[in-house]
């Protein structure tokens, strides 16, 4: 029960970390903007749990191969999200959606809502270092529930973040600065996971 938990708190730890600055938070944000706060809380959340799945399924999937072939797969997934992190981090600062605050939420149905912020972010989080990370913990733990339960409530969190706080949450972090910690913590899995493939 304590592996468990820790494995779970792990991957809360670990996805926040990596979802805070993402892109993740600024479409919730800007979706916000355009339709009411609940049912795009709703649909982002739903969309992160379809997401959650397919990544832990990926992840369960690799525990089957022998260890060497998981540990150098999770090198890589773990590498892939460094690389992408750590570009984004460095690169310059993009601010495209201050356009989206000028106008109120749209009136439109809670389903059409919904649906919309279901499909934006379950695009969005195709590749995403969110999906790779839950996708190489449950490799490495063999702990695909509480895996997918811990990145699942961290996605919850981000998106309560963006919902509730909004647009301030951008004026008080920098986002840059979290994504290259993000990204340096993601270098050392990796490197720890391709040490393991060699020694192995």
Known sequence: MAATL????????????VELPDKTLVATLVLT???RAWPVFVGVCVAFLVQCVIAVS???VLTLLPERVTTGVVAVMFGIGAFTLLREGFAAGEDSEQDAARSGPADVSFRRAALTSFGVLFAAEWGD???LATAGLTAHYGHPFAVG???WLA???VAGVAVL????IRSRVRPQLIQRIAGFVFAAFAAFALYQTIVS
């Not at 708190?9 to 926040?16: E, K, N």
């Not at 706080?165 to 301030?168: A, E, N, S, T």
């Open 6 to 17: 820790l494995v779970l708190l792990t991957a809360f730890a670990v996805v926040l970390a």
């Open 33 to 35: 903007t355009r339709y």
């Open 58 to 60: 990926f992840g369960s």
């Open 129 to 131: 270092a969110s999906q």
């Open 149 to 151: 339960i811990g990145a």
């Open 155 to 157: 996605l919850v969190a």
């Open 165 to 168: 706080i909004g647009r301030k």
